[in-house]
């Protein structure tokens, strides 16, 4: 690739990145959001994460992976476990469980 | 106060700072061997600052895609970023044009996930946006890091991505998703959510992730609302 049209590629790709990111903040003093739309918006978080979270655990080279052999599947069932059953520290709980589950399944399948 | 919000940004943000080193060290071997320098690879990390759409597009440029394509294809993975500023608007609409332009510059996927969660938080705290900045900076600083690790190192390390890592990420985004599942629609919302996220993970450029999430959102307005009008048929019956 030539020196050019790298540097075109970069800008072209941060102008279109930043974009996306800034539009709607940019021009959000200029209108209100209806009120249920805004309702909506509460739940983004819990659908995306949801979305990011059940393929990166049951997805393996492209397929359905569900089997005590994916040591990603009892890690994140102990780490909701773990964050239902301490609701006042739930991301300590779900983070410190899910490793330790993590680290110990892929021991015994290290060693076996 | 202000430095209190921005250091437990940081400090929040930390696990996903691990989670990132796979994904950083594969950008940046993936970068040398797909013919990009090694300059346009570290500025691509530096001024686009975008990992999937990252990794799409050095995976183009091996492939000898035309310069518009990776162009197109960055616009489409990176669509998902609109629903995150979406979100924030309500928090974020009070501030100065300055702090919305640098902190949407700076929005990932993380840090929209561990800001939310600060947002939420009914404390009437005025400086939450040091919080998200915080947690801007630390992924930034880390992603750079970590592609010059990957660059430099890149295929001297062995095979990154089945150390487990990215297991950080996942344990602290279901610990960050718990706390919203409280009522009916959102046990809705989330579960859609998961079910179309399978169905759809085939799909390319993360268009799975904003199909699930779409999904997933409707069914929580929908349920919401069936919820509502249950509640003012029996005040009527009542």
């Known amino acids: 690739m030539t020196a050019s049209s790298e540097f075109f590629m970069i800008l072209g790709m941060m102008i279109v990145t930043f974009s996306i990111r800034y539009v709607l903040l940019a021009f959000s003093g200029r209108f209100t959001l209806p009120k249920s739309l805004e309702k909506a918006l509460n739940y983004v978080p819990p659908a995306v994460l949801t979305a990011i979270i059940v393929p990166s655990v049951l997805i393996s080279d492209n397929k359905l992976f569900i089997s005590w052999e994916n040591p990603y599947l009892p890690a994140a069932l102990a780490a909701v476990l773990a964050g239902f059953l301490f609701p006042k520290r739930v991301l300590a709980a779900s983070i410190s469980t899910g490793l330790v589950v993590f680290a110990i399944v892929s021991y015994f399948q290290l060693i076996r | ?238």
């Open chain 2, 1 to 238: 106060m202000i430095r209190k919000e921005f250091f437990n940004g940081v400090r929040d943000t930390f696990p996903l700072l691990l989670g990132a080193f796979p994904f950083g060290v594969i950008y940046g071997t993936l970068a040398i061997n797909s013919g990009l320098s090694v300059q346009a690879s570290l500025a691509m990390s530096a001024i686009v600052f975008a990992g999937s759409s990252q990794f799409i597009a050095v995976g183009l440029v091996a492939a000898g895609a035309p310069v518009s394509i990776i162009i197109l294809t960055t616009f489409v993975v990176n669509l998902r970023h609109m629903l995150y500023s979406a979100a924030l608007l309500p928090n974020l609409k009070k501030l100065s044009q300055r702090w919305r332009f640098i902190l949407a510059f700076f929005l990932t996927d993380e840090t929209f996930a561990v800001s939310a969660g600060r947002y939420r938080h009914t404390d009437d705290s005025p400086h939450k946006h040091y919080y998200q900045l915080g947690s801007s900076l630390a992924m930034y600083l880390n992603w750079q890091l970590w592609t010059l690790v990957g660059l430099l190192l890149g295929s001297r390390i062995p095979d990154a991505q089945s150390w487990g890592l990215d297991v950080a990420m996942i344990v602290t985004f279901i610990g960050m998703t718990i706390p919203y599942i409280k009522n009916k629609p959102m046990v809705m919302a989330v579960l859609t959510s998961a079910v179309v996220s399978l169905l759809t993970f085939q799909w390319p450029y993360k268009l799975g992730l904003i199909a699930a999430a779409v999904c997933g959102i409707t069914a929580g307005i929908l349920i919401e609302r069936v919820q509502k009008m249950k509640n003012s048929y029996k005040e009527e019956t009542i």
